[in-house]
């Protein structure tokens, strides 16, 4: 894998991780009876996107590592679905 191929699959990993982190520890205005004025009640009170952002960063290098790991080291890639077996109303 390049360089530039892996900071691509990086930033996708990356970017799918942080919508995955997004709703943990979000309590929105209702919640805590702090609405502000042009807000809507399930406006999160707290966004603490650094903290999400930190958090994201692990989970992509995690999730990333494990893409690495099964693509260059145990070989696997596209080549190997085709040995996968197949339903027969697919064939």
Known sequence: MSLVSGLAVYFIIWWLSLFIVLPFGVRTQAEVNDRRLGTTAS???????????????ILASVLFGLFYWAIEVQGLGPDLLSLLPMPDSLK
């Not at 406006?43 to 960063?57: D, E, G, H, I, Q």
């Open 43 to 57: 406006a999160p009170a707290k966004a603490m996107m650094l903290r999400k952002a930190v958090a994201t960063t």
